[in-house]
């Protein structure tokens, strides 16, 4: 393995993780009661802001390590592409289109590590050389 191929795949994965890492931590702070009011006016109770932040938190630390890294990757895709259609469907807001455009590229992201995997410096590396 070169250099660039695990630099590439180091970063790709905990650029990938931050995002998810970085918006669970924050709903767990102030943004919490705003977030569940906003769940709610889009039509999604606000009762599943709890399993929001786990899977923000836990599947994105998963992909941080490389522990799972194709099962957190799949939760994550599907994860945020309900997000862009729940979230960011309206289409008339330019900005709207802007968010669903981007969960559709961290989802894209998110299904290559499904398809690939992690590679170097990954807990999945380490465990499949122990057995």
Known sequence: MNLIHIFSSISGRVLLS?????AGVSKLGSGYEGTQAYMNSMGVTGELLPLVIAT???AGLALFIGFKTRIAA???A?????AAL??????ADSMQSILFMKNLAIAGGLLTL??????AFS??????KNT
Do not use: C, Q
Request: charged share 15%; hydrophobic share 60%; proline share 0%.
């Open 114 to 119: 499904v398809a690939h995997g992690s590679d």
């Open 86 to 91: 729940f979230f960011h469907f309206d289409f």
């Open 74 to 76: 799949l939760l994550l």
């Open 18 to 22: 931050a995002i998810f890492i970085l």
């Open 78 to 82: 599907g994860f945020t592409l309900l």
């Open 56 to 58: 923000e938190i836990l």
């Open 123 to 128: 807990v999945d590396s380490l465990r499949s």
